[in-house]
């Protein structure tokens, strides 16, 4: 399925431009703006800023004057409505609907496996079909008649007692989850992988303390016992880092220097 987020009848620029980075962060690049306030808000200053580097976003974003154009493409529309109704479609939490929408996908192609990178894409006509995210102007939220032609409404679960999200917020939350959906992104280690010493430095260490242990009076070279296997296992489990081993020679280097200077 392809993925776009449309937004009805945005009247802050800088929620335009929160939107382009939500997508961005979860991978999806599909934005179209229905009838904004502001017609030149895809170049406003505010929005840009508020981008924060997700331009390209922006530059493919389109505006259009009504929702029908907004929904070329897409098969199933999801509203994100708060407000209490009379009638309309099932209220549902994304993660809840999007475990159920993915299941009946699976279920439409037959048993073959979906390819999932930025968007769920089976083969042939079905290719053609993608869901969108409605979200509603930050004044009024959407309209019943909006409300209406979707299939569900999907309610984020917050705090009974305040549920306010922001408009940048509320889509953060949508592509988050719709992106765990789809199989998510793997998380990026934020510090280089670690390196291990090797048995000969963690020796040439070992044999470096046992001197300078002995120069201090810790260790008797006459009855040792078993203080030195202690250690060497000690350091093992510390899987200690060719850096660590230069750190600890360092010690045992400046308790020799010490010892020595003191006779």
């Keep these: 399925m392809r993925t776009r987020f449309i937004l009805i009848q945005t009247s802050h620029a800088g929620n335009v431009g929160a939107a382009a980075r939500a997508m961005k962060t979860m991978?999806?690049?599909?934005?179209?703006?229905?009838?904004?306030?502001?017609?030149?808000?895809?170049?406003?200053?505010?929005?840009?800023?508020?981008?924060?580097?997700?331009?390209?976003v922006l530059e493919n974003a389109r505006i259009v004057a009504t929702l029908d154009e907004a929904l070329d493409g897409v098969s199933h529309l999801c509203a994100t409505a708060m407000t209490p109704?009379?009638?309309?479609?099932?209220?549902?939490?994304?993660r809840a609907h999007f475990?159920?929408?993915?299941?009946?996908?699976l279920s439409a192609m037959d048993g073959q496996a979906l390819e999932v990178e930025n968007a769920v894409k089976p083969d042939g006509a079905a290719a053609e079909s993608g869901v969108a995210f409605l979200f509603g102007s930050?004044?009024?939220?959407?309209?019943?008649?909006?409300?209406?032609?979707?299939?569900?409404?999907?309610?984020i679960p917050t705090?009974?007692?305040?549920?306010?999200?922001?408009?940048?917020?509320?889509?953060?939350?949508?592509?988050?989850?719709?992106?765990?959906?789809?199989?998510?992104?793997?998380v990026q280690e934020a510090t280089p992988a670690r390196v291990q010493a090797d048995a000969a430095q963690v020796a040439?260490?070992?044999?470096?303390?046992?001197q300078a242990?002995?120069?201090?009076?810790?260790?008797?070279?006459?009855?040792?016992?078993?203080?030195?296997?202690?250690?060497?296992?000690?350091?093992?489990?510390?899987q200690l880092?060719?850096?660590e081993i230069h750190i600890l020679r360092g010690v045992a280097k400046a308790m020799l220097e010490t010892a020595q200077a003191k006779r």
């Design 159 to 186: 705090n009974p007692g305040f549920g306010s999200l922001n408009l940048g917020a509320a889509i953060q939350v949508i592509a988050y989850e719709w992106r765990q959906a789809l199989g998510g992104f793997a």
């Design 204 to 210: 040439g260490m070992l044999a470096h303390w046992e």
């Design 27 to 56: 991978g999806f690049d599909d934005l179209v703006l229905v009838a904004p306030r502001w017609s030149n808000v895809l170049r406003r200053e505010e929005t840009i800023q508020r981008a924060s580097g997700a331009l390209d």
């Design 241 to 243: 880092s060719p850096e």
């Design 99 to 105: 475990e159920k929408l993915l299941k009946r996908a």
């Design 138 to 155: 930050e004044r009024f939220g959407m309209a019943n008649e909006d409300v209406y032609r979707c299939h569900v409404a999907l309610s």
């Design 85 to 94: 109704r009379d009638f309309g479609p099932p209220t549902a939490s994304p």
């Design 213 to 238: 242990l002995t120069g201090i009076g810790f260790l008797d070279p006459a009855a040792p016992k078993k203080l030195m296997p202690r250690l060497n296992q000690l350091f093992n489990r510390a």
